[in-house]
């Protein structure tokens, strides 16, 4: 039998979604009504893809800049509008079905665990939190709840990423005995943090934006709108925002849980802004689709990824810019960013023809899940864990070179000076 032709003849085309804890379908109306809070960036497209399912009514907006909300209203009219969500949530509670949260990383938590607290099914951008103790937190609340959760990861319900997945789970590569990750995107800061301030935008509540974060004085195009995923106390680097995404499915095909070992290579740390080159080595427990120990190497930033013997591809072909590649006993998987994978055996591609596999909607996806038609395929049960893994390297970038163990069961390092990072106390605001 060919390698091309071994998959259609396995199991390997189940379902690989996860079985949500609970259905709720219990909607007034027969329509979905979403709070949206943070409709800006990529709020304003969470906030068009979701609305673009029939069976939704945006009820409630909310974003710390006026001109985003107010955009967002022209779009929304009969939308009830709030610069706090707090707000929303406490007003608005029992006339809203379901929370999509978009915001900076810094708030995800925040506004997810209060929405999950009202009971409310959650859609939270990725990466989940911006600690380790958030994410452990929300991963609690929705068992214990039974809420229908979603993570913003649209490419997890991609046909080119499922169709890896397959791949992987089939044993076509055999075991996977290590990893490799990498993004050229340079979501850091090598600089010294800013010495002045400027006038707040009108526009803006600086003091909602910081949220639970400490407060900071505001400085133009350092922090609002985008640059923010450079700074410590609000994003969490390339590492964080495009790990994520090259991370899930290297984690989902191999069934993985949270390393055991962290260690990265990056400048020193600067109490400020995440580093612009970085690669961090993970060691994760072996699971039925991987070596006794899997070894798993990311490298981020403009030049990335290094020069390695497992990254040399067939015909001297150049590396995608972002990407993944599974090293296994019998060969090789390399999986571009939101592309198709391309299967390596000694050293040549070989082809693979798949069946057609069924649309995933992301979005569509949590919405049906909510109204008892389908299954969410990132709960954050799953998304919990997966941020956790992202997480810890994101706090060994605080200590370089040095390794970091991690005890699952305990929640904690063995280093216990990089304990004081898995969280942080919320500024009152």
């Not at 798993?296 to 001297?316: F, M, N, Q």
């Not at 997966?386 to 200590?399: K, Q, Y």
Request: neutral net charge; glycine residues 6%; contains cysteine.
């Amino acid at each position: 039998m060919k390698r091309r032709d071994f998959l259609k003849s396995t199991g390997a085309f189940a379902s690989l979604t996860f079985l949500p804890s609970s259905v709720w379908a219990l909607v007034k109306n027969g329509k979905l009504r979403t709070a949206h809070i943070g409709v800006g960036g990529k709020g304003e497209s969470n906030l068009s893809l979701i609305a673009s399912h029939p069976m939704v009514e945006v009820t409630a907006l909310c974003d710390v800049d006026s001109n985003c909300l107010a955009a967002a209203k022209k779009l929304h009219p009969n939308a009830k509008v709030f610069t706090d969500y707090r707000k929303l949530l406490t007003e608005l509670g029992h006339a809203i079905d379901a929370v999509v949260v978009s915001t900076p990383d810094h708030t995800h938590a925040p506004a997810s665990l209060m929405a999950m607290g009202l009971g409310k099914p959650v859609y939270c951008e990725k990466p989940l939190t911006h600690h380790v103790s958030e994410a452990r937190a929300m991963r609690k609340l929705a068992s214990e709840n039974n809420l229908i959760t979603q993570m913003g990861i649209q490419c997890h319900s991609s046909d080119e990423y499922r169709k890896a997945v397959i791949i992987i789970q089939s044993g076509l590569i055999g075991k996977v005995s290590t990893v490799h990750a990498w993004s050229n995107k340079n979501w850091g800061f090598d600089g010294a943090p800013p010495v002045d301030s400027d006038p707040v935008p009108n526009n803006l509540d600086w003091n909602l934006w910081l949220g639970t974060s400490p407060e900071r004085p505001y400085k133009d195009h350092i922090y609002h709108p985008v640059n923010w995923r450079k700074i410590l106390d609000y994003g969490c680097g390339t590492l964080g925002d495009m790990g994520v995404h090259i991370f899930d499915t290297p984690y989902t095909a191999l069934e993985l849980d949270v390393p055991e070992t962290i260690k990265t290579s990056c400048r020193k740390p600067t109490g400020f802004a995440h580093p612009e080159k970085n690669k961090v080595e993970y060691t994760f427990p072996g699971t039925k689709y991987s070596a006794e120990k899997l070894k798993w190497v990311w490298y981020d930033g403009i030049e990335a990824p290094e020069k390695h013997k497992d990254l040399i591809l067939p015909e001297s072909e150049k590396l995608p810019e972002q990407g993944a590649l599974f090293v296994g006993e019998k060969g090789n998987l390399l999986l571009p960013h939101w592309d198709y994978p391309k299967l390596i055996i000694d050293g040549k591609y070989e082809k693979i023809d798949f069946p057609e596999l069924e649309v995933n909607d992301h979005y569509h996806q949590f919405v049906d899940t909510c109204l008892g038609k389908d299954q969410c395929s990132a709960p954050f049960s799953y998304a919990a864990r997966l941020t956790e893994s992202i997480l810890l390297g994101v706090v060994a970038n605080r200590f370089p070179y040095k390794t970091l163990h991690w005890d699952n069961h305990a929640a904690g390092f063995k280093e216990q000076e990089a304990n004081r990072l898995l969280q942080l106390s919320y500024r009152a605001f």
